[in-house]
């Protein structure tokens, strides 16, 4: 297999998912910026599963991935496994991408009760895909996700999610939050990343004196 950007491009349209995949890898390797429009044509058209999660962890290679957002957001919405979609969630972490919010908390209220996909039905990785929400929500740092986080951590009843959204809560949180923390800081498998979520917030909300 060439390995120049040109001929892996060529690649994409190979009828063997595997020559397709290994293009993918290739190119994430390298991290050269101009195979992104390529990768972004090929995942509107990819059928196979395991090719299209490999384009969407390939954007995290890349400096600039914003051309890749609207696609990844869309990923987020559409029915796809879990696996793509966290794929896409991790992609989509930067810091300030408030564009990529409202999905992930959709999907983060996406609990038992609610709609689901009939792929996290059937393998059970529901809790485990909305606990990676609750973790790119942390990171991108939107306070916007604020209240879906504060609810996640009081009502839903999968630990990994609370969890998460513990964690992000340190990001985002403000003082409504800091109740729940501390309740569920008796019951954390590991209180530390929950201290360090509180400190946050306290650091972040107490006032400075005027001498500071």
């Known amino acids: 297999m060439k390995t120049d950007i040109p ?30 429009p390529a990768l972004l044509e090929r995942l509107g058209i990819e059928k196979d599963d395991d090719v299209r ?9 890349f400096k600039d991935k914003k051309a890749a ?20 969630a991790r992609a989509l972490e930067e810091r300030g991408n408030t564009q990529a919010v409202p999905a992930l ?9 609610a709609f689901m996909n ?13 606990a990676e929400a609750a973790r790119s ?18 009502n839903d ?5 609370k ?16 109740q729940a923390l501390r309740e569920f800081r008796v019951k954390a498998v590991s209180s530390q990343e929950i201290d360090a979520a509180i400190a946050k917030i306290v650091a972040r909300t107490t006032p400075k004196r005027a001498s500071e």
């Not at 609207?70 to 896409?88: C, H, N, R, V």
């Not at 908390?105 to 009760?113: K, W, Y």
């Not at 009939?118 to 909305?130: D, H, I, K, N």
């Open 69 to 88: 957002f609207p696609a990844l957001i869309g990923i987020l919405s559409g029915d796809y496994g879990w696996d793509t979609k966290a794929a896409a």
């Open 53 to 61: 999660k490999e384009i969407v962890s390939a954007f995290n290679s």
């Open 118 to 130: 009939a792929v996290y039905e059937l393998t059970g990785s529901r809790g485990a895909m909305r």
């Open 137 to 154: 929500l942390g990171i991108i740092g939107d306070p916007a996700a604020r209240p879906a986080l504060n609810d996640a951590l009081v």
């Open 163 to 178: 969890a998460a959204a513990a964690v992000a809560l340190g990001e985002v949180g403000d003082a409504s939050s800091l």
């Open 7 to 36: 001929s892996l491009i060529q690649y994409l349209d190979d009828a063997d998912p595997k020559v397709r995949t290994r293009a993918v890898v290739k190119m994430k390797e390298l991290g050269d910026q101009k195979a992104v």
């Open 157 to 161: 009843k999968d630990y990994s999610v």
């Open 105 to 113: 908390v959709n999907i983060l209220n996406d609990r038992p009760g």
